[in-house]
């Protein structure tokens, strides 16, 4: 529940957080004002982070989870898990290519490093341009100074092992975790079944030239419940038996398709966590630092910053259309466009005004700041119900109007909806955030109300306190 807060708060620290507020400020510049800054909403976004965590540092007493011993062990396997049902611990090698080996210039196919070390390469590390990567090992695969072998012993050839690097040149390098564990982000490991009308079944691993076909490497070999030792890729396979292979997150994905001669069984949690486009990264970070300073510095309106961000994505290859196209939410967007003409209607049917009105009667002589306080719980409760920025779409109108009402200055009224309507804590559907941390944090309707509905108070006192002295009423 604090992550799903913290993400709610991080919408309130920048213009371009949450959508709201770019909604809001695009009503404060139909009105004919200028705009909010990039960081206008800074300091009230620093001021409920730090509220929100000595906050929760009281609250979380309030919450009585229950862990579920079932659910855990329904947990899907590991990495880890795989590692010790193959036995592969003990087997993984990771070793430099200095200078002067023997090996600089040498395909894969040439050296043969299983006939002839009973070794295997399953990745090889390059030097880029800005980081490290790893590459699929290949036949053709040619090595060179610097390049770094991942290396799988699964039954080494006689002879001191010190003699064999020193004769080929490599030195050995230290190794995080067990198994390669430290590329999970790039490597990962998946169990292939094979079925009883497989046309792989009397075929040896070594035959069936998997490296070639499907890019990945045979490391391990079940027949039963039982993990078999030694030379694997030249045991005959049966009906039944369990291949582990090992090679790119990309290349095992792309093994779900090959439904005729095996069956991909569930893959292992870390593919949960893989980052699909990661040697894309530098320049992800460049388009995103591209699009802040036109916008801090306003030399491009916001939206022309963000298109032109969006289109440095796209043209380095951070994302395709397929990924662009799947991460729009349809059905907001509709929601959204279609809350536009609504919003349209009520400015010219007087339908805001008819709204002001009846605010101002009611609190009119309460004071600005009372009736900030109520277009801050009035925007809260509706946002309770619909997205958050439809419910800025429909207030963000009546708070301008408010302002004018009262020949104040629009900028804290149109804030205050704003922040309210960043301020999502009290219900487990009020926004994507709290809904996707229900099921894993196991809680209940009522752990939301309990903690968020003090919060979100706590919270209105805030902002009713801090806005008007940052953005004075007139």
């Not at 003990?90 to 200078?99: A, K, Q, S, V, W």
């Not at 070794?119 to 990567?133: K, L, P, T």
């Amino acid at each position: 529940m604090a992550l799903a807060y913290a993400g709610l708060i991080s919408g309130m620290l920048t213009l371009i957080g949450t959508a709201p507020n770019m909604v809001v400020d695009g009503a404060v510049r139909e009105h004919g004002f200028q705009g909010f800054n990039f960081f206008s909403f800074t300091p009230f976004g620093l001021v409920i982070l730090a509220a929100g965590i000595g906050y929760m540092l009281v609250a979380r007493r309030w919450l009585n989870v229950k862990t579920d011993k079932r659910r855990s062990e329904r947990a899907r396997r590991s990495l880890l898990d795989l590692i010790e049902d193959y036995h592969l611990a003990g087997r993984e090698h990771r070793l430099r290519i200095r200078p002067d080996s023997a090996l600089i210039g040498q395909t894969l196919q040439e050296l043969q490093p299983r006939r002839h070390y009973g070794a295997n390469v399953v990745g090889v590390e390059r030097q880029g341009r800005f980081r490290r990567e790893l590459l699929s090992p290949q036949a053709d695969t040619e090595l060179k100074a610097g390049d770094v072998l991942l290396v799988d012993t699964p039954a080494p050839r006689r002879g001191d092992q010190s003699d064999i690097l020193t004769t080929l040149g490599l030195e050995t390098l230290s190794l995080r975790g067990s198994y390669f564990t430290d590329q999970s982000r790039e490597v990962g490991m998946a169990e292939v079944m094979l079925p009883a009308d497989s046309s792989l079944i009397g075929k040896s691993a070594l035959k069936l030239t998997f490296r070639r076909k499907y890019h990945l490497n045979v490391i391990g070999l079940r027949r039963g419940q039982q993990a078999m030792d030694g030379e694997l890729l030249e045991e005959k396979l049966r009906s039944g038996d369990t291949l582990l292979v090992i090679g790119p997150w990309k290349d095992i994905r792309q093994l779900q398709t090959q439904i005729h001669d095996f069956l991909v069984l569930s893959l292992p949690a870390e593919v949960d966590q893989v980052v699909p486009a990661l040697s894309q990264a530098p320049y992800a970070l460049l388009s995103l630092i591209l699009m802040v300073v036109l916008m801090v510095t306003g030399i491009v309106p916001n939206v022309i910053a963000a298109l032109i961000g969006s289109l440095l994505m796209g043209l380095f290859r951070c994302i395709d259309m397929d990924s662009a196209y799947k991460s729009i939410n349809w059905k907001i967007l509709l929601l959204i466009v279609g809350m536009m003409p609504f919003a349209l209607a009520l400015q010219k049917t007087g339908g805001i005004e008819l709204a002001v009105d009846g605010l101002l009667r009611l609190l009119g002589e309460a004071g600005p700041r009372l009736l900030m306080a109520a277009l801050f719980g009035l925007t809260a409760l509706i946002g309770l119900f619909i997205s958050n920025t439809v419910t800025a779409l429909l207030m963000a109108p009546i708070a301008l109007s408010v302002a004018h009402h009262l020949k104040a200055s629009p900028y804290p009224f149109a804030m205050i909806v704003a922040l309210a309507a960043s301020a999502a804590f009290m219900t487990p559907i009020s926004s994507p955030v709290t809904t996707l941390v229900l099921g894993p944090g196991q809680y209940q309707f009522g752990d939301f109300l309990k903690v968020g509905v003090p919060f979100t108070l706590l919270v209105m006192l805030i902002c009713v306190l801090l806005v008007p002295w940052l953005f004075p009423l007139y």
